[in-house]
C-alpha cells in the first residue's frame, strides 16, 4: 500500500513535499512517489534556494491554494533539501478531509 503525502501529527498533519526551485512558475504539480514508497506532494516554485526563499515560496503558494493563514504551514523537516516534511497546524479532523479531496483532485486532473 502506498501512503499519501499527508499523516496524522500533533496539532495538525504533517505533508511530505517534493519541491523544485528555481522553476518557470509557481505551481501545486501532482504527486510523485518517494524512495520509502510514500508519495509527496510535487511543488515548483520560480525562488531560488537560497537563505530559505524556496521554504517561504512554498508555504505562501500551499496557504493561498488552499485558503489557509501563512502561520499555520511550517517547514519541519528538509529546510535545505528538495524533500520536505511540511506541518499544517489545525484541526486535524477539518483538515484532513479538506486536503485530501484537494491532492485528490490534482492526482485525477492530471498534471
Same mark, same amino acid.
Given at each position: 500500500?502506498?501512503?499519501? &503525502?499527508?499523516?496524522? @501529527?500533533?496539532?495538525?498533519?504533517?505533508?511530505?513535499?517534493?519541491?523544485? &526551485?528555481? @522553476?518557470?512558475?509557481?505551481?501545486?504539480?501532482?504527486? +510523485?512517489?518517494?524512495?520509502? =514508497?510514500?508519495?509527496?506532494?510535487?511543488?515548483?516554485?520560480? +525562488?531560488?534556494?537560497?537563505?530559505?526563499?524556496?521554504?517561504?515560496?512554498?508555504?505562501?503558494?500551499?496557504?493561498?491554494?488552499?485558503?489557509?493563514?501563512?502561520?499555520?504551514?511550517?517547514?519541519?523537516?528538509?529546510?535545505?533539501?528538495?524533500?520536505?516534511?511540511?506541518?499544517? @497546524?489545525?484541526? &486535524?479532523?477539518?483538515?484532513? &478531509?479538506?486536503?485530501?479531496?484537494?491532492?485528490?483532485?490534482?492526482?485525477? =486532473?492530471?498534471?
Amino acid at each position: 500500500m502506498v501512503s499519501g &503525502p499527508l499523516e496524522l @501529527a500533533d496539532g495538525g498533519l504533517r505533508l511530505t513535499l517534493r519541491v523544485t &526551485p528555481k @522553476a518557470s512558475r509557481n505551481a501545486i504539480a501532482g504527486l +510523485a512517489d518517494t524512495a520509502t =514508497g510514500g508519495r509527496a506532494l510535487k511543488v515548483t516554485v520560480t +525562488a531560488v534556494p537560497e537563505n530559505g526563499k524556496a521554504n517561504e515560496a512554498v508555504i505562501k503558494l500551499l496557504s493561498k491554494a488552499w485558503k489557509l493563514p501563512k502561520t499555520s504551514l511550517t517547514v519541519v523537516a528538509g529546510a535545505t533539501d528538495r524533500n520536505k516534511i511540511l506541518h499544517v @497546524a489545525g484541526d &486535524p479532523a477539518a483538515l484532513m &478531509p479538506r486536503l485530501t479531496a484537494l491532492i485528490d483532485g490534482l492526482d485525477e =486532473g492530471g498534471e
